[in-house]
């Protein structure tokens, strides 16, 4: 499933992982098979809804892909957060100070 440097970097970690706490190790593979079951559940559910809709939307969504993620709710709100300071974002004065360094002849 995994390719290229994703499987490299894990490969790494792993290897890192090998001289940690056992307790350590055992919070690591909760996390490493809570990902990968968001993974697959969230391209079996994109699948699954794709189809599903295509067939009652037929002229509408004969083409598209209707994606699933558990994360893209909550990225979107990040996202949304962010804009929102960006654009309240009111800019102030601010000093910049410049050194120099010389040496002296003697």
């Known amino acids: 499933m995994l390719r290229g440097r994703a499987r490299a970097y894990i490969l790494h970690y792993f290897r890192v992982l090998a ?45 598209q892909l209707i994606s699933y993620g558990s994360c893209q709710f909550p990225t979107l709100g990040f996202v949304v957060e962010r804009y929102k300071q960006v654009q309240a974002f009111v800019p102030e004065p601010f000093w910049k100070l410049r050194g120099m360094m010389c040496q002296l002849k003697l």
Do not use: N
Not at 19 to 25: I, R, S
Not at 36 to 54: E, I, K
């Open 19 to 63: 001289c940690l706490d056992q307790d350590v190790l055992l919070v690591f593979y909760a996390i490493v098979h809570k990902v990968g079951s968001l993974y697959c559940l969230g391209a079996a559910f994109t699948r699954f809804q794709t189809l599903r809709l295509q067939k009652v939307f037929p002229a509408v969504l004969a083409d």
